[in-house]
Each structure stands twice: as C-alpha cells, then as structure tokens.
C-alpha cells in the first residue's frame, strides 16, 4: 500500500493542540528560526493559539498533514490597521525535520501566497528570515520574494546574535 499524500489545508481551530506541539518541536530544532521562545510559547493560552492560526481573515494558517499527523505549518497574518493593510505577513514556516527535502516548504509557501492572492486587500507579503537560512532564502526567492534590506542583530538566542533578511512579494 502506497504511504499517503501529504495533504495541506488549512488549519483549524480543532488543529490547535497540534500545532502547539509541532511549534514547539521546531522552536527546539531550528530556535534561530523563530522570534518566539519556548516559554514565550508556553506562555500563550489555547485561545491564543487558535486565533493565530484560524483567527478569520487576518489570520490564517496551513498545515501538511501525513495521514492525521501536522508535519508543517506556514502563517498569514494581514495588518490590520487601515493603511498598513494592503500587507500580509508570511511568518512560522516550518516542516518537520523527517519530511524535509520533499518540496512541502514550498506547497505550505504557495497556499498562504495563494490566500493573500485571494483577499482584494493584500497587495504584498512580507517576510524575514534568519540571514543564515540560505535554503529558506533561496526557496523565498525563487517564489519571487525579493530583499529589501538586512536588520542587523535583529533576534538574540541566548548569547547570540542573528541578522534577519525582509524580503517582499509584490501581488498587485
């Protein structure tokens, strides 16, 4: 029997217990990644999280699911003040580290592009990515993400420092 597809779609208020466990993990894997820590997490309640990922039109989120299993998930939250609303931001990408490799990235990147697509509002999405990421960068720029600056030391990880590139996707 053929291992199934991996399906993604998005997610829902029901996912929200998933989707916390799968955000932790990758905090723990990738923590440069991510400008949320581990107790900053833990910190948001369940309602929090639900409205992160299924919170309507503003905010949104998809995952990829391997039979009943989250192995990734990819946000669009739009801004919602009046003149800062025609932007969305794609935040928290991330798979699994066993489903790497398979393209899934790129098919959880394509839905939220295809959803800011969708709402007449958003003329372009936004995002920042871990200027050491260099696979995440250049799936963003083969979508199309062009930069448009560098904030120096923009995250601290412990004792570290990262740089963060913005990119921008142009809809409309």
């Known amino acids: 029997m053929p291992a199934p597809e991996i399906v993604i779609r998005l997610l829902t208020p029901a996912d929200t217990a998933a989707f916390c466990a799968l955000r932790l993990r990758a905090i723990l894997d990738s923590p440069s990644s991510f400008s949320s820590s581990r107790e900053d997490e833990l910190a948001r309640t369940p309602q929090e999280h639900a409205q992160r990922i299924a919170g309507g039109p503003l905010h949104r989120a998809f995952g ?3 039979g009943e299993r989250l192995v990734g998930f990819a ?13 969305a931001l794609l935040w928290g990408v991330f798979v699994d580290v066993t489903q790497r490799g398979k393209g ?3 098919r959880l990147v394509n ?8 709402d007449p509002a958003v003329m372009q999405v936004h995002l920042s990515v871990n200027a050491e990421n260099n696979a995440a960068l250049r799936l ?5 993400f062009i930069a448009y600056g560098t904030e120096p030391r923009s995250m601290r990880v412990g ?14």
């Open 64 to 66: 990829a699911f391997d």
């Open 75 to 87: 946000g669009l939250r739009r801004e919602p003040m009046r003149q800062l609303s025609h932007k």
């Open 104 to 106: 899934m990235a790129r």
């Open 111 to 118: 839905a939220c592009i295809e959803q800011a697509e969708h």
């Open 140 to 144: 963003y720029e083969s979508l199309g």
């Open 159 to 172: 004792e570290l420092f990262y740089d963060e590139h913005h990119l921008a996707l142009l809809l409309r």
